[in-house]
C-alpha cells in the first residue's frame, strides 16, 4: 500500500485536482471572500470621486486570454463601479490580444446595468468609449501625458468616430483631466510604463492596479511606496471587490469572480493536502532506505 | 451564418482546442501536437496582420496618403491636408536600414538604426527608472519608533517598520561583495537576508501556483458552463 501511494502516478493528481475545481462550479458553491484592504482603498478611491467634476477614468485592459481568469472579473468590478457612478469611461490597451474585451466588457455590464435599472440608460459615447489596441508603448504613454489636447492625440475610437463628436471627450484637454487610471494586467513591463510615464512634473493621477498573483509581491512594493492607490490582488481582489458592491447594491447580479475564488481556494487545499502527504510519504521512505542501508 | 450560429461554433471549437492542450496531461499525443502548431500558426500571422492594421496603416500610410480625412454632407473636410506629413518617409527610411542587417556589403549601415534605437530606449530607460525608484527609494525612509498624535507609540507599526527597515538592509548587505565579510555580526546579517529572500521567493512560488491554478479555473467553467451550453444546444 506505501509502495502503491509513494509511486502514485502523477495523473492521479491532476485529476483530483481538476475535480477540485470543478465541483465548486458545477455546483455554483460560493463562499465569502476574505477582506482584502488593498481592494477596499481601490473601492474608496471611486467611491469617493465625485461624477459633477467632470474628467474620465482612463482604464487600460492590457490583458489577453493567458490571464483572463484574473484580469477580467477585475475588470469588470471596476467598469461597473464606475458607471454606477455615472464616471465616463475610456477604455483602451497597449496588449493587442485584449481588443475584445474592450468591446465585450462594457456592453456586458451597460446591458446588466439596464436590466437592474429599468428606465436608466447607459449608452456608447456617453458613458464609455472604446480606444482600441495603442501601440507604441511608453512613447504612446508619455505623448498621452505630454498632451495639450486628448482628443487630437489619440484622434478617433475603434469604429473610426471622431472624439470630438463623443460627449465623453468634450471637456477633457490634458492628463489633469484623467481622475482616474485603472491598468489590468499581468505583464509587469505594460504596468511599468504607466508607473513611469504617465505623469507630468506637477500632476500624477490617482492609480489603481489589477494584477495577476504572480505579481502581487511585486505589486506590493509599489502599494507601500504610494505609487498605487488601490490593488485589486489577482481574483481575490476582485471577489472582495464584488462583495463591496453587492452589499452597497442588493439588487446586483453577481459576477463569476466569487465562484471562481472559491474554486481556487478549494485547489488550493487540495495541494496543500498533496504538499504534506507527499512530504510525510517522502519521510517515511526516507527512513525505511535509511533503516535498509544500515542493516545492509 | 448568423450570429448565435458563429458565437456557438467559436464556443465549440474553443472547447475543443482546451482539451486537446490539456490532452498532454495524459501523454504526449497527435491530438495535442496539431493543435499545438496551429496555435504557433495562428500566433505567428496574427503579429503581422495586426502591425498593418493597428499601426502602419492607420498611423503612417493613411495619414500620408491623405485618406484620413473626411468630406462632410455640405462639402466641409474634417480636417486640411499638411504636406509635412510626407517628412514621416524619412524616419521610416531610417528604420528601414535594420534590413540591411542581412546584406554583408551594407550590413554597417543596420548599424545606425540600432545605435539610434539603443540610444532612444536607453534615455528613456533611464527617465524611466528614477520615476519609478525614487518614490520607492523615499517610501523605505520609514521610522522606526511610530508616534501617534496624542504621543502614544504605535508598536505594532513601529516593529512592521524596524522589521522592513531591517530586510531592506540585511537583503543589501547580502549582495555588497565589495569587501569580504569577516565579523560574526556581518555573516549573521547576511544569513539573515537570505533567509528573508527565501521566503520571498515561497512567496513568488506560491502566488505562481495560484495563478497557474485560477487559468485553470477559468478553463474549466468555460467547460462546464459555455462549452456545455454550446454542446447541450447542438445535440437539441
Known amino acids: ?296 | 451564418m448568423s450570429a448565435n450560429a458563429w458565437i456557438t461554433a467559436t464556443v465549440i471549437v474553443g472547447g475543443i482546442s482546451t482539451l486537446a492542450v490539456y490532452s498532454f496531461l495524459i501523454k504526449e499525443n497527435p491530438f495535442y501536437r496539431f493543435f499545438e502548431h496551429l496555435f504557433i500558426g495562428i500566433a505567428a500571422g496574427f503579429l503581422p496582420v495586426l502591425t498593418l492594421k493597428s499601426l502602419l496603416w492607420p498611423r503612417v500610410f493613411e495619414p500620408m496618403l491623405g485618406l484620413d480625412i473626411v468630406q462632410f454632407p455640405d462639402g466641409t473636410f474634417s480636417g486640411e491636408y499638411h504636406s509635412s506629413i510626407l517628412l514621416y518617409f524619412f524616419p521610416m527610411t531610417f528604420g528601414m536600414l535594420y534590413y540591411c542587417i542581412y546584406s554583408k556589403r551594407f550590413g554597417w549601415l543596420a548599424k545606425l538604426a540600432i545605435g539610434f534605437a539603443l540610444g532612444a530606449q536607453g534615455g528613456l530607460a533611464f527617465k524611466g527608472f528614477f520615476a519609478e525608484m525614487l518614490p520607492q527609494l523615499g517610501s523605505s525612509f520609514k521610522p522606526l519608533v511610530v508616534i501617534d498624535q496624542g504621543g502614544h507609540a504605535l508598536i505594532w507599526q513601529s516593529l512592521e517598520n524596524c522589521f522592513f527597515v531591517f530586510t531592506l538592509l540585511a537583503v543589501m548587505y547580502y549582495f555588497f561583495f565589495s569587501f569580504k565579510r569577516d565579523g560574526k555580526v556581518g555573516e549573521v546579517v547576511a544569513m539573515s537576508g537570505r533567509w528573508l529572500m527565501m521566503v520571498c521567493f515561497g512567496a513568488f512560488f506560491g502566488s505562481t501556483v495560484m495563478a497557474r491554478l485560477a487559468l485553470l479555473v477559468e478553463r474549466v467553467q468555460f467547460l462546464l458552463i459555455d462549452w456545455y451550453q454550446a454542446l447541450s444546444n447542438i445535440l437539441a
Open chain 1, 1 to 296: 500500500m506505501r509502495n502503491a501511494l509513494q509511486n502514485l502516478d502523477r495523473r492521479v493528481i491532476y485529476l483530483f485536482v481538476i475535480l477540485a475545481v470543478a465541483l465548486p462550479i458545477a455546483f455554483q458553491y460560493r463562499v465569502t471572500p476574505a477582506r482584502l484592504p488593498s481592494a477596499e482603498k481601490f473601492y474608496d478611491v471611486i467611491e469617493s470621486m465625485d461624477p459633477k467634476e467632470g474628467g474620465i477614468a482612463l482604464v487600460s485592459l492590457d490583458f489577453g486570454p493567458n490571464t483572463k481568469a484574473e484580469n477580467e472579473p477585475q475588470a469588470k468590478v471596476v467598469i461597473e463601479h464606475l458607471m454606477r457612478r455615472r464616471i465616463p469611461i475610456a477604455l483602451l490597451t497597449q496588449y493587442a490580444l485584449a481588443e475584445g474585451f474592450l468591446k465585450s466588457v462594457p456592453e456586458e455590464i451597460a446591458a446588466d446595468l439596464m436590466r437592474e435599472y429599468p428606465g436608466e440608460v447607459w449608452e456608447y459615447g456617453k458613458d464609455w468609449v472604446n480606444l482600441g489596441f495603442r501601440p507604441g508603448n511608453l512613447l504612446f504613454v508619455q505623448s498621452l501625458a505630454k498632451s495639450k489636447d486628448m482628443a487630437a492625440e489619440l484622434k478617433r475610437d475603434v469604429f473610426g468616430t471622431s472624439l470630438k463628436n463623443l460627449s465623453v471627450f468634450r471637456n477633457v484637454k490634458t492628463i489633469r483631466d484623467v481622475r482616474l487610471l485603472a491598468e489590468f494586467t499581468g505583464l509587469v513591463g505594460v504596468f511599468d510604463t504607466y508607473i513611469q510615464f504617465f505623469q507630468t512634473e506637477d500632476y500624477v493621477p490617482v492609480f489603481g492596479h489589477g494584477c495577476t498573483s504572480i505579481t502581487i509581491p511585486e505589486a506590493y512594493i509599489y502599494l507601500d511606496s504610494g505609487q498605487l492607490d488601490g490593488l485589486l490582488e489577482g481574483i481575490a481582489g476582485a471577489a472582495w471587490y464584488s462583495e463591496l458592491l453587492s452589499q452597497k447594491f442588493s439588487g446586483r447580479k453577481e459576477d463569476s469572480s466569487m465562484v471562481i475564488n472559491t474554486a481556487l481556494g478549494v485547489a488550493h487545499l487540495t495541494i496543500i493536502f498533496f504538499v504534506l502527504f507527499g512530504n510525510i510519504m517522502g519521510a517515511l521512505g526516507g527512513r525505511k532506505a535509511g533503516s535498509r542501508r544500515v542493516s545492509s
